[in-house]
Protein backbone atom coordinates (compact mmCIF):
# COMPACT_ATOMS: atom_id res chain seq x y z
CA UNK A 1 0.00 0.00 0.00
CA UNK A 2 1.72 3.65 -0.66
CA UNK A 3 2.16 4.44 2.66
CA UNK A 4 -0.28 7.33 3.90
CA UNK A 5 2.50 9.48 4.44
CA UNK A 6 3.82 9.67 0.75
CA UNK A 7 0.14 10.36 -0.54
CA UNK A 8 -0.53 12.86 1.26
CA UNK A 9 3.05 14.46 -0.05
CA UNK A 10 1.94 13.56 -3.50
CA UNK A 11 -1.25 15.52 -2.97
CA UNK A 12 -0.08 18.18 -1.69
CA UNK A 13 2.23 18.58 -4.92
CA UNK A 14 -0.61 18.22 -7.13
CA UNK A 15 -3.31 20.10 -5.12
CA UNK A 16 -1.76 23.49 -6.52
CA UNK A 17 -2.67 22.48 -9.83
CA UNK A 18 -6.59 22.34 -8.78
CA UNK A 19 -6.63 26.37 -8.60
CA UNK A 20 -5.15 26.56 -11.58
CA UNK A 21 -7.73 24.24 -13.61
CA UNK A 22 -10.45 26.43 -11.63
CA UNK A 23 -9.39 29.41 -13.06
CA UNK A 24 -9.01 28.67 -16.72
CA UNK A 25 -5.58 28.65 -16.99
CA UNK A 26 -3.22 25.68 -18.97
CA UNK A 27 -2.12 22.72 -16.82
CA UNK A 28 -0.09 20.60 -18.56
CA UNK A 29 3.09 22.08 -17.98
CA UNK A 30 2.23 22.22 -14.40
CA UNK A 31 1.34 18.46 -14.65
CA UNK A 32 5.16 18.15 -16.11
CA UNK A 33 6.48 20.10 -13.15
CA UNK A 34 5.20 18.22 -10.43
CA UNK A 35 6.03 14.78 -12.45
CA UNK A 36 9.52 15.62 -11.93
CA UNK A 37 9.11 17.26 -8.74
CA UNK A 38 7.55 13.63 -7.51
CA UNK A 39 10.27 11.82 -9.85
CA UNK A 40 6.82 10.02 -11.79
CA UNK A 41 6.41 9.55 -15.79
CA UNK A 42 4.22 12.44 -16.80
CA UNK A 43 1.29 9.93 -17.43
CA UNK A 44 1.27 8.94 -13.80
CA UNK A 45 1.09 12.67 -12.67
CA UNK A 46 -1.92 12.96 -14.62
CA UNK A 47 -3.62 9.56 -13.37
CA UNK A 48 -2.94 10.64 -10.10
CA UNK A 49 -3.97 14.08 -10.45
CA UNK A 50 -7.68 13.14 -11.89
CA UNK A 51 -8.35 10.61 -9.05
CA UNK A 52 -7.38 13.85 -6.67
CA UNK A 53 -9.93 16.05 -8.94
CA UNK A 54 -12.62 12.92 -8.48
CA UNK A 55 -12.31 13.15 -4.62
CA UNK A 56 -12.84 16.42 -3.80
CA UNK A 57 -8.58 17.10 -3.13
CA UNK A 58 -8.87 14.30 -0.90
CA UNK A 59 -5.13 12.45 0.01
CA UNK A 60 -6.35 9.23 0.43
CA UNK A 61 -7.65 8.80 -2.89
CA UNK A 62 -3.79 8.34 -4.18
CA UNK A 63 -3.34 5.56 -1.27
CA UNK A 64 -2.94 2.25 -3.18
CA UNK A 65 -3.61 -1.55 -2.10
CA UNK A 66 -1.10 -3.77 -1.60
CA UNK A 67 -0.65 -7.26 0.46
CA UNK A 68 1.26 -7.28 3.63
CA UNK A 69 0.48 -5.79 6.94
CA UNK A 70 -0.65 -1.93 6.45
CA UNK A 71 1.77 1.03 6.91
CA UNK A 72 2.51 2.12 10.28
CA UNK A 73 1.51 -1.26 11.92
CA UNK A 74 3.92 -2.31 15.02
CA UNK A 75 4.93 -5.80 14.46
CA UNK A 76 6.78 -5.85 17.42
CA UNK A 77 6.16 -7.11 20.97
CA UNK A 78 5.02 -4.64 23.56
CA UNK A 79 7.97 -5.15 25.84
CA UNK A 80 10.36 -4.02 23.29
CA UNK A 81 8.00 -0.56 22.61
CA UNK A 82 7.88 -0.07 26.08
CA UNK A 83 11.67 -0.65 25.99
CA UNK A 84 12.21 2.19 23.12
CA UNK A 85 10.02 4.23 24.17
CA UNK A 86 11.85 5.00 28.06
CA UNK A 87 15.18 4.78 26.08
CA UNK A 88 14.23 7.39 24.16
CA UNK A 89 12.96 9.83 26.44
CA UNK A 90 15.03 8.97 29.08
CA UNK A 91 18.77 9.48 26.90
CA UNK A 92 17.32 11.06 24.07
CA UNK A 93 15.17 13.82 24.52
CA UNK A 94 17.59 15.32 26.84
CA UNK A 95 19.76 18.51 27.13
CA UNK A 96 23.32 16.36 26.79
CA UNK A 97 21.47 15.44 23.25
CA UNK A 98 23.41 11.91 22.85
CA UNK A 99 23.45 10.94 19.63
CA UNK A 100 20.47 8.42 17.34
CA UNK A 101 23.35 5.86 16.61
CA UNK A 102 24.11 5.50 20.15
CA UNK A 103 20.78 5.55 21.67
CA UNK A 104 19.56 2.60 18.93
CA UNK A 105 22.97 0.21 19.94
CA UNK A 106 21.79 0.36 23.88
CA UNK A 107 18.37 -0.36 22.81
CA UNK A 108 19.90 -3.41 21.05
CA UNK A 109 22.37 -4.52 23.60
CA UNK A 110 19.39 -4.03 26.19
CA UNK A 111 16.69 -6.05 24.18
CA UNK A 112 19.69 -8.66 23.33
CA UNK A 113 20.05 -9.09 26.93
CA UNK A 114 17.13 -9.63 27.81
CA UNK A 115 16.43 -12.51 25.40
CA UNK A 116 14.09 -9.87 22.95
CA UNK A 117 14.07 -9.55 19.49
CA UNK A 118 16.32 -6.48 18.29
CA UNK A 119 14.65 -3.59 16.16
CA UNK A 120 16.27 -2.72 13.41
CA UNK A 121 17.45 1.13 12.88
CA UNK A 122 14.63 1.83 11.22
CA UNK A 123 12.12 0.67 13.32
CA UNK A 124 13.09 3.26 16.19
CA UNK A 125 13.54 5.73 14.07
CA UNK A 126 10.20 5.43 13.00
CA UNK A 127 9.20 5.78 16.88
CA UNK A 128 10.94 8.58 17.16
CA UNK A 129 9.45 10.26 14.35
CA UNK A 130 6.06 9.56 15.55
CA UNK A 131 6.63 11.78 18.67
CA UNK A 132 6.00 15.79 18.19
CA UNK A 133 9.06 17.54 16.79
CA UNK A 134 8.32 20.80 18.90
CA UNK A 135 8.87 18.34 21.84
CA UNK A 136 12.15 16.78 20.75
CA UNK A 137 13.55 20.45 20.29
CA UNK A 138 12.03 21.77 23.40
CA UNK A 139 13.90 18.97 25.57
CA UNK A 140 17.26 18.32 23.45
CA UNK A 141 17.49 22.16 22.71
CA UNK A 142 15.49 24.54 25.34
CA UNK A 143 12.23 26.59 25.20
CA UNK A 144 13.83 29.28 23.62
CA UNK A 145 14.85 27.66 20.54
CA UNK A 146 11.29 25.58 20.08
CA UNK A 147 9.65 28.98 20.35
CA UNK A 148 12.28 30.23 17.79
CA UNK A 149 11.33 27.50 15.52
CA UNK A 150 7.97 26.92 15.71
CA UNK A 151 5.83 29.75 17.53
CA UNK A 152 4.75 32.33 15.04
CA UNK A 153 5.44 35.79 15.51
CA UNK A 154 3.39 38.38 17.06
CA UNK A 155 2.08 40.88 14.90
CA UNK A 156 -0.95 41.17 12.25
CA UNK A 157 -2.36 38.59 10.55
CA UNK A 158 -2.59 39.47 7.05
CA UNK A 159 -5.07 37.43 5.06
CA UNK A 160 -5.22 38.21 1.35
CA UNK A 161 -7.96 35.55 0.12
CA UNK A 162 -11.01 33.61 1.52
CA UNK A 163 -10.79 30.66 2.99
CA UNK A 164 -6.61 30.63 3.29
CA UNK A 165 -6.72 30.77 6.81
CA UNK A 166 -10.21 29.98 9.41
CA UNK A 167 -10.18 30.19 13.03
CA UNK A 168 -12.28 28.19 15.13
CA UNK A 169 -13.27 28.38 19.00
CA UNK A 170 -16.28 27.53 21.38
CA UNK A 171 -17.57 28.89 24.28
CA UNK A 172 -20.42 28.76 26.55
CA UNK A 173 -22.91 31.34 25.77
CA UNK A 174 -24.34 34.05 28.26
CA UNK A 175 -27.80 32.65 28.51
CA UNK A 176 -29.92 30.50 29.88
CA UNK A 177 -32.29 28.62 27.68
CA UNK A 178 -35.44 26.92 28.37
CA UNK A 179 -36.74 23.49 27.36
CA UNK A 180 -39.11 22.95 24.29
CA UNK A 181 -41.80 21.81 26.16
CA UNK A 182 -42.47 23.36 29.71
CA UNK A 183 -40.70 26.40 28.74
CA UNK A 184 -38.57 25.74 32.27
CA UNK A 185 -35.26 27.29 32.68
CA UNK A 186 -32.74 24.30 31.47
CA UNK A 187 -29.39 25.45 31.07
CA UNK A 188 -26.53 27.41 29.27
CA UNK A 189 -25.55 26.43 25.71
CA UNK A 190 -22.22 26.13 24.20
CA UNK A 191 -21.39 27.41 20.72
CA UNK A 192 -18.60 26.70 18.44
CA UNK A 193 -17.88 29.16 15.42
CA UNK A 194 -15.45 29.59 12.95
CA UNK A 195 -14.81 32.93 11.08
CA UNK A 196 -12.38 33.51 7.89
CA UNK A 197 -9.57 36.02 8.61
CA UNK A 198 -9.56 37.52 5.55
CA UNK A 199 -13.00 38.80 5.37
CA UNK A 200 -14.54 38.32 8.75
CA UNK A 201 -17.12 36.40 7.50
CA UNK A 202 -18.83 33.57 10.23
CA UNK A 203 -18.98 30.35 7.91
CA UNK A 204 -20.14 28.35 10.11
CA UNK A 205 -21.80 27.64 13.72
CA UNK A 206 -23.45 25.11 15.94
CA UNK A 207 -24.83 25.30 19.18
CA UNK A 208 -25.62 22.32 21.71
CA UNK A 209 -25.99 21.53 25.36
CA UNK A 210 -22.78 18.74 25.22
CA UNK A 211 -19.50 20.39 26.13
CA UNK A 212 -17.51 20.83 23.19
CA UNK A 213 -16.28 17.65 21.52
CA UNK A 214 -14.86 15.90 18.49
CA UNK A 215 -18.56 15.87 17.53
CA UNK A 216 -19.03 19.85 17.60
CA UNK A 217 -15.84 20.22 15.45
CA UNK A 218 -17.27 17.98 12.67
CA UNK A 219 -21.16 19.58 12.81
CA UNK A 220 -19.78 23.12 13.12
CA UNK A 221 -16.98 21.94 9.92
CA UNK A 222 -19.90 20.82 8.01
CA UNK A 223 -22.28 24.39 8.55
CA UNK A 224 -19.21 25.57 7.10
CA UNK A 225 -19.24 23.53 4.09
CA UNK A 226 -22.88 24.23 3.08
CA UNK A 227 -24.59 27.25 1.41
CA UNK A 228 -27.15 28.36 3.71
CA UNK A 229 -30.41 30.93 4.33
CA UNK A 230 -31.97 31.97 6.81
CA UNK A 231 -35.85 32.37 7.06
CA UNK A 232 -36.69 35.56 9.01
CA UNK A 233 -40.23 34.59 11.54
CA UNK A 234 -43.03 36.03 10.58
CA UNK A 235 -42.18 36.85 7.26
CA UNK A 236 -41.92 35.08 3.89
CA UNK A 237 -38.30 36.24 3.45
CA UNK A 238 -35.20 34.52 3.48
CA UNK A 239 -31.72 35.94 4.24
CA UNK A 240 -28.97 34.51 1.88
CA UNK A 241 -25.85 33.12 4.42
CA UNK A 242 -24.13 31.57 0.83
CA UNK A 243 -20.57 31.48 2.08
CA UNK A 244 -18.73 28.13 2.05
CA UNK A 245 -16.07 25.96 1.01
CA UNK A 246 -12.40 24.10 2.86
CA UNK A 247 -10.41 26.46 4.51
CA UNK A 248 -6.58 26.24 3.15
CA UNK A 249 -5.44 26.36 7.36
CA UNK A 250 -7.16 26.39 10.73
CA UNK A 251 -6.01 27.97 13.46
CA UNK A 252 -7.17 26.60 16.87
CA UNK A 253 -6.21 26.51 20.44
CA UNK A 254 -4.69 23.46 22.68
CA UNK A 255 -8.27 21.90 23.58
CA UNK A 256 -8.34 18.14 23.87
CA UNK A 257 -10.49 18.15 20.77
CA UNK A 258 -8.57 19.93 18.48
CA UNK A 259 -5.36 17.33 19.53
CA UNK A 260 -7.86 13.77 18.41
CA UNK A 261 -6.83 11.35 16.20
CA UNK A 262 -9.95 12.09 14.04
CA UNK A 263 -9.77 16.03 14.00
CA UNK A 264 -6.05 15.52 12.50
CA UNK A 265 -6.51 12.85 10.36
CA UNK A 266 -9.66 14.31 8.59
CA UNK A 267 -7.69 17.47 8.01
CA UNK A 268 -4.73 15.83 6.49
CA UNK A 269 -7.33 14.02 4.14
CA UNK A 270 -8.56 16.87 2.89
CA UNK A 271 -5.25 18.84 2.46
CA UNK A 272 -6.46 21.33 5.49
CA UNK A 273 -3.26 22.78 7.77
CA UNK A 274 -3.99 23.26 11.65
CA UNK A 275 -2.09 25.51 13.44
CA UNK A 276 -2.19 25.31 17.14
CA UNK A 277 -1.98 28.59 19.53
CA UNK A 278 0.91 28.83 21.92
CA UNK A 279 -0.17 28.88 25.55
CA UNK A 280 -0.87 32.10 26.61
CA UNK A 281 -0.77 33.59 23.43
CA UNK A 282 -3.95 35.01 23.19
CA UNK A 283 -3.50 37.35 20.33
CA UNK A 284 -3.00 34.14 17.59
CA UNK A 285 -6.77 34.07 18.26
CA UNK A 286 -7.70 37.79 17.77
CA UNK A 287 -9.86 37.52 15.37
CA UNK A 288 -12.42 34.96 16.53
CA UNK A 289 -11.70 36.03 19.98
CA UNK A 290 -13.45 39.18 18.50
CA UNK A 291 -16.17 37.66 17.24
CA UNK A 292 -17.22 35.50 20.42
CA UNK A 293 -17.01 38.83 22.15
CA UNK A 294 -19.17 40.97 19.96
CA UNK A 295 -22.04 37.71 19.67
CA UNK A 296 -21.81 37.76 23.72
CA UNK A 297 -22.09 41.20 23.81
CA UNK A 298 -25.27 40.89 21.16
CA UNK A 299 -26.58 38.18 23.78
CA UNK A 300 -26.65 40.10 27.03
CA UNK A 301 -29.68 42.26 25.58
CA UNK A 302 -31.76 39.06 25.48
CA UNK A 303 -33.89 37.97 28.01
CA UNK A 304 -32.53 35.37 30.42
CA UNK A 305 -29.18 36.27 29.83
CA UNK A 306 -26.50 35.55 32.31
CA UNK A 307 -24.43 38.89 31.13
CA UNK A 308 -20.45 38.37 31.20
CA UNK A 309 -20.00 38.67 35.44
CA UNK A 310 -21.62 38.34 38.21
CA UNK A 311 -21.15 42.03 39.15
CA UNK A 312 -22.83 42.73 35.69
CA UNK A 313 -25.14 40.87 36.27
CA UNK A 314 -26.55 42.43 39.41
CA UNK A 315 -29.75 40.73 41.41
CA UNK A 316 -31.27 40.18 37.47
CA UNK A 317 -32.81 36.82 38.13
CA UNK A 318 -31.52 34.75 34.70
CA UNK A 319 -33.59 31.60 35.56
CA UNK A 320 -36.74 34.04 36.18
CA UNK A 321 -36.21 35.52 32.69
CA UNK A 322 -35.52 32.72 30.64
CA UNK A 323 -37.95 32.39 27.23
CA UNK A 324 -35.85 30.99 24.39
CA UNK A 325 -35.01 27.68 23.20
CA UNK A 326 -32.34 25.97 22.17
CA UNK A 327 -33.66 26.34 18.79
CA UNK A 328 -34.93 29.38 18.96
CA UNK A 329 -31.70 30.82 19.74
CA UNK A 330 -30.57 28.86 16.65
CA UNK A 331 -32.47 30.64 14.69
CA UNK A 332 -31.87 33.99 16.68
CA UNK A 333 -27.98 33.25 16.13
CA UNK A 334 -28.10 32.92 12.64
CA UNK A 335 -30.05 36.25 12.05
CA UNK A 336 -27.74 38.11 14.00
CA UNK A 337 -24.99 36.40 12.03
CA UNK A 338 -26.51 38.09 8.74
CA UNK A 339 -27.57 41.39 9.76
CA UNK A 340 -23.45 40.98 11.21
CA UNK A 341 -22.55 40.39 7.55
CA UNK A 342 -24.03 43.17 6.17
CA UNK A 343 -22.75 45.63 9.06
CA UNK A 344 -19.68 47.55 7.94
CA UNK A 345 -16.77 46.51 9.70
CA UNK A 346 -14.17 48.97 10.63
CA UNK A 347 -10.87 46.82 10.27
CA UNK A 348 -12.22 45.90 6.79
CA UNK A 349 -13.68 49.51 5.72
CA UNK A 350 -16.57 47.55 4.38
CA UNK A 351 -19.05 44.85 4.97
CA UNK A 352 -17.69 41.51 5.52
CA UNK A 353 -20.29 40.29 2.75
CA UNK A 354 -18.88 42.98 0.31
CA UNK A 355 -15.22 41.72 1.82
CA UNK A 356 -15.83 38.27 0.68
CA UNK A 357 -17.44 38.83 -2.66
CA UNK A 358 -14.04 41.57 -3.27
CA UNK A 359 -11.76 39.26 -2.25
CA UNK A 360 -13.00 36.21 -4.63
CA UNK A 361 -14.75 34.57 -1.73
CA UNK A 362 -17.11 32.70 -4.33
CA UNK A 363 -14.38 30.94 -6.58
CA UNK A 364 -11.59 31.01 -3.20
CA UNK A 365 -10.76 27.25 -2.42
CA UNK A 366 -12.52 24.27 -2.93
CA UNK A 367 -15.92 23.42 -2.78
CA UNK A 368 -17.09 20.27 -0.99
CA UNK A 369 -19.16 18.02 -3.70
CA UNK A 370 -19.61 14.85 -1.32
CA UNK A 371 -20.68 16.81 1.76
CA UNK A 372 -21.69 13.34 4.06
CA UNK A 373 -17.89 12.05 3.17
CA UNK A 374 -16.46 15.29 4.47
CA UNK A 375 -19.03 15.78 7.73
CA UNK A 376 -18.53 11.54 8.50
CA UNK A 377 -14.57 12.18 7.91
CA UNK A 378 -14.71 14.14 11.30
CA UNK A 379 -16.74 12.25 13.51
CA UNK A 380 -15.24 9.99 16.09
CA UNK A 381 -13.85 6.76 15.52
CA UNK A 382 -12.97 3.09 17.35
CA UNK A 383 -11.18 0.23 15.48
CA UNK A 384 -13.31 -3.02 15.64
CA UNK A 385 -12.45 -6.76 14.14
CA UNK A 386 -15.40 -7.42 10.83
CA UNK A 387 -15.79 -10.89 11.31
CA UNK A 388 -18.81 -13.12 10.17
CA UNK A 389 -21.46 -11.66 12.26
CA UNK A 390 -20.50 -7.76 11.27
CA UNK A 391 -19.35 -5.75 13.74
CA UNK A 392 -19.35 -5.11 17.90
CA UNK A 393 -19.47 -1.63 18.87
CA UNK A 394 -20.76 -0.53 22.09
CA UNK A 395 -22.23 -3.88 22.80
CA UNK A 396 -24.53 -3.33 19.93
CA UNK A 397 -24.23 -5.62 16.22
CA UNK A 398 -24.11 -3.96 13.09
CA UNK A 399 -24.28 -5.44 9.65
CA UNK A 400 -24.29 -4.65 5.80
CA UNK A 401 -24.67 -6.56 2.96
CA UNK A 402 -21.43 -5.27 1.52
CA UNK A 403 -19.58 -6.85 4.49
CA UNK A 404 -20.54 -10.55 2.76
CA UNK A 405 -17.55 -9.80 0.39
CA UNK A 406 -15.14 -8.61 2.72
CA UNK A 407 -15.40 -11.56 5.57
CA UNK A 408 -12.38 -13.85 6.07
CA UNK A 409 -10.60 -11.38 3.73
CA UNK A 410 -9.45 -8.24 5.91
CA UNK A 411 -6.03 -7.97 7.61
CA UNK A 412 -7.40 -6.95 10.49
CA UNK A 413 -9.28 -3.75 12.23
CA UNK A 414 -10.97 -1.93 10.75
CA UNK A 415 -11.99 1.85 11.49
CA UNK A 416 -15.90 2.78 12.52
CA UNK A 417 -17.01 6.30 12.99
CA UNK A 418 -20.07 6.77 14.72
CA UNK A 419 -22.31 9.94 15.67
CA UNK A 420 -22.58 9.98 19.73
CA UNK A 421 -26.14 11.44 18.98
CA UNK A 422 -27.55 8.30 16.87
CA UNK A 423 -25.84 4.36 16.95
CA UNK A 424 -28.20 3.50 15.34
CA UNK A 425 -26.00 3.73 12.35
CA UNK A 426 -21.96 3.50 11.75
CA UNK A 427 -19.50 3.87 8.80
CA UNK A 428 -17.14 1.27 8.07
CA UNK A 429 -14.38 2.28 6.15
CA UNK A 430 -12.75 -1.15 4.80
CA UNK A 431 -9.06 -1.34 3.30
CA UNK A 432 -9.73 -0.43 -0.52
CA UNK A 433 -11.10 3.28 1.10
CA UNK A 434 -14.71 2.62 0.59
CA UNK A 435 -16.85 3.59 3.33
CA UNK A 436 -19.50 1.31 3.85
CA UNK A 437 -23.24 2.43 6.07
CA UNK A 438 -23.71 -0.31 8.15
CA UNK A 439 -27.19 -0.47 10.30
CA UNK A 440 -28.32 -2.45 13.53
CA UNK A 441 -28.36 -5.98 12.80
CA UNK A 442 -31.45 -6.70 14.70
CA UNK A 443 -33.72 -3.07 12.97
CA UNK A 444 -36.37 -3.46 15.65
CA UNK A 445 -34.16 -2.11 18.14
CA UNK A 446 -34.94 1.74 18.71
CA UNK A 447 -32.29 4.70 17.96
CA UNK A 448 -30.12 5.60 20.68
CA UNK A 449 -27.41 7.86 21.69
CA UNK A 450 -24.14 7.41 23.06
CA UNK A 451 -24.90 9.11 26.40
CA UNK A 452 -28.18 6.79 26.56
CA UNK A 453 -25.35 3.46 26.19
CA UNK A 454 -22.97 4.37 28.81
CA UNK A 455 -25.79 4.99 31.47
CA UNK A 456 -27.33 1.30 30.82
CA UNK A 457 -23.94 -0.07 30.68
CA UNK A 458 -23.00 1.80 33.97
CA UNK A 459 -26.75 0.93 35.67
CA UNK A 460 -25.89 -2.81 34.92
CA UNK A 461 -22.38 -2.84 35.80
CA UNK A 462 -23.40 -1.41 39.41
CA UNK A 463 -26.53 -3.94 40.06
CA UNK A 464 -25.10 -7.23 38.30
CA UNK A 465 -21.49 -6.50 37.02
CA UNK A 466 -20.00 -8.23 34.44
CA UNK A 467 -20.75 -7.36 30.79
CA UNK A 468 -24.00 -6.26 29.61
CA UNK A 469 -25.73 -8.58 26.27
CA UNK A 470 -27.59 -6.68 23.41
CA UNK A 471 -30.95 -7.34 24.14
CA UNK A 472 -30.29 -6.70 27.85
CA UNK A 473 -28.52 -2.88 27.15
CA UNK A 474 -31.89 -2.15 25.05
CA UNK A 475 -34.62 -2.78 28.01
CA UNK A 476 -32.33 -0.83 30.70
CA UNK A 477 -32.60 1.86 27.97
CA UNK A 478 -35.87 1.59 27.10
CA UNK A 479 -36.83 1.54 30.70
CA UNK A 480 -34.32 4.44 31.48
CA UNK A 481 -36.58 6.30 28.82
CA UNK A 482 -39.91 5.32 30.76
CA UNK A 483 -38.55 6.44 34.01
CA UNK A 484 -37.26 9.82 32.20
CA UNK A 485 -40.77 10.62 30.76
CA UNK A 486 -42.14 10.26 34.06
CA UNK A 487 -39.95 12.47 35.79
CA UNK A 488 -39.11 14.64 33.06
CA UNK A 489 -41.06 17.59 34.48
CA UNK A 490 -39.34 17.19 38.19
CA UNK A 491 -35.63 17.92 37.57
CA UNK A 492 -33.61 19.32 35.08
CA UNK A 493 -31.35 16.60 34.12
CA UNK A 494 -33.95 14.38 32.73
CA UNK A 495 -35.76 17.25 30.50
CA UNK A 496 -31.75 18.13 29.46
CA UNK A 497 -32.21 14.20 27.86
CA UNK A 498 -35.26 14.93 26.64
CA UNK A 499 -33.96 18.08 24.58
CA UNK A 500 -31.13 15.86 23.26
CA UNK A 501 -33.25 14.05 22.14
CA UNK A 502 -35.53 16.29 20.57
CA UNK A 503 -32.36 17.46 18.60
CA UNK A 504 -31.81 14.10 17.18
CA UNK A 505 -30.62 14.25 13.53
CA UNK A 506 -33.58 13.17 10.81
CA UNK A 507 -33.08 9.98 9.45
CA UNK A 508 -32.37 10.13 5.93
CA UNK A 509 -34.11 8.19 3.38
CA UNK A 510 -32.03 5.42 1.33
CA UNK A 511 -30.51 6.83 -1.73
CA UNK A 512 -31.17 4.06 -4.20
CA UNK A 513 -33.53 1.24 -2.52
CA UNK A 514 -33.38 -1.23 -5.53
CA UNK A 515 -29.35 -1.60 -4.69
CA UNK A 516 -29.80 -1.21 -0.48
CA UNK A 517 -30.61 -3.80 1.41
CA UNK A 518 -30.95 -3.92 5.27
CA UNK A 519 -30.07 -6.99 6.58
CA UNK A 520 -32.66 -8.47 9.24
CA UNK A 521 -31.62 -10.83 11.94
CA UNK A 522 -33.47 -13.91 11.26
CA UNK A 523 -32.05 -15.91 14.04
CA UNK A 524 -34.26 -13.85 16.52
CA UNK A 525 -37.37 -15.83 17.41
CA UNK A 526 -38.90 -12.64 19.09
CA UNK A 527 -39.30 -11.13 15.87
CA UNK A 528 -43.23 -10.93 14.92
CA UNK A 529 -44.92 -13.02 12.13
CA UNK A 530 -47.53 -12.49 9.46
CA UNK A 531 -50.23 -14.71 7.87
CA UNK A 532 -50.36 -14.57 4.37
CA UNK A 533 -53.73 -14.64 2.97
CA UNK A 534 -54.13 -15.99 -0.23
CA UNK A 535 -56.46 -14.92 -2.99
CA UNK A 536 -58.29 -16.51 -5.65
CA UNK A 537 -57.99 -15.91 -9.45
CA UNK A 538 -61.62 -16.02 -11.28
CA UNK A 539 -59.38 -16.79 -14.18
CA UNK A 540 -58.23 -20.11 -12.70
CA UNK A 541 -61.38 -21.68 -11.71
CA UNK A 542 -62.41 -22.07 -15.58
Not at 92 to 105: A, G
Request: hydrophobic content about 35%.
Amino acid sequence: MVSERLAKHRASVLRPILELEKNGEPISSAIGDAAWELGLAKSHAWSLYRRLRENDGRAAALELSRRGPKPGSKRVTREVEDLIDVRLRRYYLVRERSSFLRIWREIRSECEAKGFQPPTRKTVKARLDAMDEKEIVRRRRGAKEANKRFAARPGRLAVGTPLDIVQIDHTLADIILVDHVNRRPLARPYLTVAIDVASRIVLGAFVSYDAPSVLSIALCLDHCMRRKSIHVPGTLEELVWPTSGIPKAIHVDNAQEFHSEAFSSACEDWGISVEYRPPGATHFGGHIERLIGTAMGAVHVLPGTTQSSATEKGDYDSEKHAVLTLAEFEDWLYLEICRYHNTRHEALGRTPFAAWADLGGDTAGRQVVDVEAFRTSFLPFEWRQLGRTGITLFGVHYWSDAFASLVGRGSGKVQVKYDPRDLSQVWVLVDDERMILARYRDLSHPRISLWESRRARKEWQDRHGGRINEKALFQVIDAQRRLAEAARQKTRTTRLESERQARLPKQQPRRDPSREMFAIDTGNPDLPTYPIEEFDDPKRKN
